[in-house]
């Protein structure tokens, strides 16, 4: 019996490139790591619930490049050709198929690929949300690139607005909870009551609050970002953590996750503390 008789899976003999690899090939190519599986908030299929995002299997913000590995054709690519293009970015679709199995020999075809991509192509113009003032004064919060040094690209979203009317009334009831956070939970329960440990848990959890609720309207999530608001750290964390997709990419998602986790966890002690005291 010949190894042709045998087969590639008796033989060792590898079929075509699996997606991770081709993705570090590209990774060198490219002179950066790609964000795998990333999440656009305006990727999404026709109908969709909202936070059914579609992923990509690579993004490169500094190269403007999206790939998309397609391993058999599914209805939905044709989704990722229409609307990758549209925000702005060169989209590079691969197959199994147009790779080959041996690396050298798929490198060459990437760089090939790559250069007849040519410049990212212009994105299409869109209304752009008004940002309440409440969004701003979070938004100054959040930490910014020293000068002279060049910050990390963050993931670019492109949502649809969640309306000026939204906004406003978004941000005054935000508002309204956080002004009677501090002061009752802080001022009055916290360190009018001697307990230091639940005014920070409070000043946290308000923090917390603010970030999830811009990041959920960051996001064009209108039920999150009443679930954020209303519903403080607990809400925030498990909006940062995990939706059907996966992590939510969104800024700044990273920084109220952490600020939640700090919040509940500084709750906690200060319960016990209070306990033991009491």
């Known amino acids: 019996m010949t190894t042709d008789e045998l087969g590639p899976e008796l033989t060792g003999e590898r079929t075509a490139l699996t997606a991770a690899e081709a993705l570090s090939i590209c990774d060198h190519i490219l002179g950066e790591p790609a964000r795998r599986r990333h999440l656009f908030a305006w990727l999404r299929a026709p109908g969709a619930a909202a936070d059914e995002w579609l992923p990509v299997d690579g993004y490169y913000p500094g190269n403007k490049l999206v790939v998309v590995w397609h391993a058999t054709p599914e209805a939905k690519d ?5 609307l990758v293009p549209a925000h702005g970015f060169r989209l590079l679709e691969l197959t199994p198929r147009a790779l080959g199995r041996d690396p050298r020999e798929a490198e060459a075809r990437l760089r090939a690929r790559i250069d007849e991509l040519g410049p990212a192509p212009p994105r299409a113009r869109e ?6 003032a409440v969004a701003k004064a979070v938004s100054s919060l959040a930490p910014q690139p020293h000068e002279g040094r060049t910050a990390a690209a963050a993931p670019t979203v492109e949502v649809a607005p969640l309306g000026a009317g939204f906004g406003a009334v ?18 009055v329960v916290g360190f009018g009551h001697g307990q230091p440990l639940l005014a920070i848990a409070f000043a946290l959890d308000a923090g917390a609050r603010a970030l999830g609720t811009t990041a959920a309207g960051h996001a064009g999530l209108r039920d999150w970002t009443w679930l954020c608001a209303l519903g403080g750290s607990p809400l925030v964390a498990t909006f940062a953590s995990y939706q059907r997709q996966g992590a939510v990419a969104v800024e700044p998602v990273p920084l109220a996750g952490v600020i939640s986790l700090l919040a509940m966890a500084m709750a906690a002690l200060g319960g016990l503390v209070a306990l033991a005291s009491g």
Request: proline share 3%; no cysteine; net charge negative.
């Open 78 to 82: 044709r989704i990722y050709s229409e």
């Open 127 to 132: 209304a752009q949300p008004r940002e309440s």
């Open 170 to 187: 978004l941000g005054v009831i935000l508002l309204a909870i956080l002004l009677a956070e501090v002061y009752l939970g802080v001022a």
